[in-house]
């Protein structure tokens, strides 16, 4: 009967001495959290979106959107079908101011003033890249952030930018989060548990820890580790993505412990990888399986008593509490089909099923590679193209390229040129046929695009040539005396040598619209 309880009206007490759970505290850690990830995705945006798809972009935008346009007959429809502002306008100006102004919005919710208006209008300037950015916008956590910012808007009273403002945050908005967060847990857990003998036997983290996207200074240290203590690792992705899912809706203790589980997860894989800012984001939802009486044990008292001041204050807002048994209506109703996914033997993961993401399909890692393949570009100044030519690398910022090299802390940051070379590496170029006027950009020392590597080993003139070498990469054991990070093998060209006069890349480009 907790549900029945926690909608009752707040006693102008103690919010750790009433009886229903209050959630004055768990909205503002939500709303802070919320506010960080979204200033460090609007600054990703910032650094590399015009690079990615300005208007010389590796896709530019304004291609993408004469493709939608011819496919849905008109811009209009190409608004209804993926809303985004850059429909009236996607110079790489309009790029770059949008990315600004969400930056500066979202410190500002970060640094504790949020309403619903300015949540809303976070949320649709971060929807507005994720639908035209084509898929350097394409993973799962890019839907996940426009779902769990939607939800946010409903946290918040209409205009008041107080960190606690006069109105209680709905209950029915606080139970929305933890369905997001059973959905995302449930959706891991079972792409897991359908897609690969190696979590099924417990040997998925022999390999996870080096085949991972972005390897982090700590990944080596947990790839060593023995056997035995990488299958208990398994063990608890199960219990926090299999079992402690049920529980988020349960009474009060079951779902504080449902809730620590799923955030401790997320803290041991921020721990041992780079995974953009997934694991934090995932973190926000878990935070509503916490209530008042949890957080006035960990935060400031000064913090814990104007909690308490504005909940013996509270009044209630019936057009704020009918917004949000409406919201909660139309969430059911667009659950319905994620829900069926999740049960679904051919489930899909990470998919949105309505124009605006509302409710969507997630899940990671369903099959672990058990190799690490990188393509590394390579120049030379020379006239040869073989082997025995002077080839320097392109290094990039996240994925390794020295062997002597130890992986640097990325994460809550991305590096989208670097987790599309990651998987680029396990397929061939014709999946990846941007990757050519990314060569092409190189032989002419495109100052933007080379901003998306950690340098330029030819600074003063362009390349003759630029190639890209397939390799296999392997963690080097600790303690080696060479001083290793990594130990590398040839495997072949995943591109060959081309200069800027080549006429078959020439002749590529032209046909796609990146050469004009």
Not at 51 to 57: A, F, K, N, R, T
Not at 413 to 441: C, G, H, I
Request: glycine share 6%.
């Amino acid at each position: 009967m907790e549900v029945m309880n926690e909608t009752d009206s707040i006693q102008p007490t103690s919010a750790t001495e009433t009886t229903s759970p209050t959630y004055w505290l768990t909205r503002f850690v939500i709303l802070r959290l919320l506010g960080l990830i979204y200033a460090i995705a609007f600054l990703v945006a910032i650094n590399q979106i015009v690079p990615l798809i300005g208007s010389h972009g590796l896709l530019p935008v304004d291609i993408y959107i004469k493709q939608i346009n011819a496919a849905l007959g008109s811009a209009t429809a190409g608004f209804i079908r993926l809303p985004s502002f850059f429909w009236f306008g996607h110079s790489d100006t309009a790029l770059l101011t949008v990315a600004w102004i969400g930056f500066v919005l979202s410190c500002v919710v970060a640094a504790g003033y949020a309403n619903a208006i300015l949540l809303a209008v976070l949320w649709f300037l971060y929807m507005s890249f994720v639908h035209v950015g084509q898929e350097w916008y394409g993973y799962g956590w890019e839907i996940q952030l426009t779902e769990t910012g939607f939800l946010a808007i409903f946290l918040c009273p209409l205009l008041d930018l107080r960190p606690f403002p006069k109105y209680a945050p709905p209950f029915a908005i606080i139970v929305l989060f933890r369905w997001l967060i059973c959905r995302i847990m449930l959706g891991a857990g079972m792409i897991k548990y359908r897609g690969d003998d190696v979590w099924r036997n417990g040997t998925a983290l022999y390999y996870h820890f080096q085949s991972q996207p972005i390897p982090g200074p700590l990944s080596r240290w947990f790839h060593f580790l023995p056997h035995t203590n990488l299958k208990i690792g398994v063990w608890f992705n199960w219990l926090a993505e299999l079992i402690a899912p049920w529980f988020v809706f349960w009474p009060r203790l079951a779902r504080h412990i449902a809730g620590v589980v799923i955030i401790l997860f997320q803290f041991s894989i921020i721990l041992s990888g780079n995974l953009s800012f997934l694991n934090w984001l995932t973190i926000i939802p878990a935070l509503a399986c916490l209530d008042d009486g949890f957080w006035s044990k960990l935060l400031p008292k000064a913090l814990v008593r104007k909690a308490q001041t504005a909940a013996g204050r509270a009044e209630e807002s019936k057009p704020m509490l009918t917004t949000a048994w409406v919201v909660t209506a139309v969430i059911a109703v667009l659950s319905i089909q994620p829900a069926l996914n999740i049960l679904s033997p051919g489930q899909v993961m990470n998919t949105s099923f309505d124009p605006l993401d509302l409710v969507n399909t997630y899940g990671a890692f369903g099959t672990v590679g058990q190799e690490r393949l990188n393509v590394v570009f390579e120049g030379t100044m020379d006239e040869d193209t073989s082997g025995k030519a002077n080839w320097k690398p392109y290094l990039y910022k996240g994925l390794p390229v020295l062997l002597n090299q130890r992986p640097p802390q990325i994460a809550p940051y991305q590096l989208r040129l670097d987790w599309q070379m990651w998987f680029a590496a396990m397929a061939s170029p014709n999946e990846y046929p941007w990757t050519l006027n990314l060569v092409w950009k190189l032989l002419h020392n495109d100052p933007s695009t080379i901003s998306l590597f950690a340098g330029n080993p030819f600074p003063q003139k362009p390349p003759r040539y630029v190639r890209a070498v397939l390799y296999r990469y392997t963690f080097a054991k600790p303690g080696n005396p060479q001083g290793l990070y990594w130990n590398r093998k040839q495997l072949g060209l995943w591109l060959p040598a081309m200069s800027a006069q080549d006429p078959r890349l020439i002749e590529f480009l032209k046909s796609t619209g990146w050469l004009r």
